[in-house]
């Protein structure tokens, strides 16, 4: 074994390695208990002695310079391994946090609004009877009427009491709220409903609505346009042009419908409400029904309309959207378009 060849070897395999784990292995190979220098040196002691004199040195020489060569590759590999774990000068990893949905946003806002004017929150079952998705409302079976209201019918029931549908808006919670509380009372109630209808960029067969209430003994017309108003100005800004049009509900006497402007008139001017309009043909996007609880309402949830009176609007949730944040189709809202959704 020559000593020199040994340490010019070893140098090689040190500084080759990538690890601590690679280090040791090469540790072992050139100053092991079984490596070929520590034999040699072990087998000195039976070498002649002129012989060992010549080789100790040499031996004892190789093992320190590799010994050290070692050291300091350890040294270096530590502290990049240390540098790797706090690397001051590494850009950070963002975090990825979560956010609330547009059509989520849009409600706390409707809420927001009408509890600072002192309405309740309520909430409602998805899943409704004929009761009181349609008969308490003077809707009865067979009247044209129910044809304003595409429906999804669950199997089973053999009345309209037990008889079960997805509610096709949120209105049933009128009498579900009345037989249960005794006026004065002004409630929201916000919730999903379903229409088995096609859909377009203003139709979805499932959406939001807020249902709106409020009874007294002298509530008026007058104080349901005051309290739209303000809701609409505190939604879409003081510049809003809105309109109301006579409607029919057979659940309200009078009925009206509130529509929005997309464009003309002096609102903002977005080429996204431009779209909305273009695509209904029209300068106005319809958001509400609304009117005054027809008397057969109050009857059936056990109030006498000879004493209270008062207004009821459902509004959908989608279409407000559309016009705050100016998307042009509904259908957004619901296709999990990152690019849509991340803008909020
Ligand atoms: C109703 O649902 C009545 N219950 C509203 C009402 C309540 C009238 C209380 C009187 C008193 P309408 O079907 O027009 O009415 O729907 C009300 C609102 O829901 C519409 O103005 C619109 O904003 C929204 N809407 C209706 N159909 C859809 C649909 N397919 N997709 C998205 N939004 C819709």
Known sequence: ?????????????????????????????????????????????????????????????????????????????????????????????????????????????VVDIFTSMNFSVIDGPEVETEHYNFDVLNIPANHPAREMWDTFWLKGGNDSRSRKLLRTHTSPMQVRYMETHTPPLQIIVPGRVFRYEATDASHEINFYQVEGLMVGRDVSLANFKYVIEEFLKKMFGPKTEFRFRPSYFPFTEPSVEVDVRLVGGKGEQSESLRAIAESRKSEWLEVMGAGMVNPKVFEAAGYNPEEWQ??????????????????????????????????F
């Open 1 to 109: 074994m020559n000593p020199e060849t040994l340490k010019q070897e070893a140098y090689t395999d040190i500084e080759a390695c990538n690890n601590l784990q690679e280090l040791e292995a090469v540790r072992v190979k050139y100053v092991g208990r079984k490596s070929e220098l520590t034999l040699a040196l072990r087998g000195l002691k039976d070498l002649p002695l002129e012989e060992r004199r010549n080789a100790a040195p040499k031996l004892q020489q190789a093992r320190k310079e590799i010994e050290g060569m070692l050291a300091s590759k350890e040294k270096e590999l530590a502290s990049s391994k240390a540098e790797a774990k706090v690397d001051l000068t590494r850009p950070g990893t963002r975090h990825a946090f979560g956010h609330l949905h547009p059509l989520t946003l849009m409600e706390k806002e």
């Open 310 to 343: 008062g207004f009821a609007f459902g509004v959908g949730l989608e279409r407000l959207a559309m016009l705050k944040y100016k998307i042009p189709d509904i259908r957004l809202f619901y296709s999990d378009d990152l690019r849509i959704i991340n803008q």
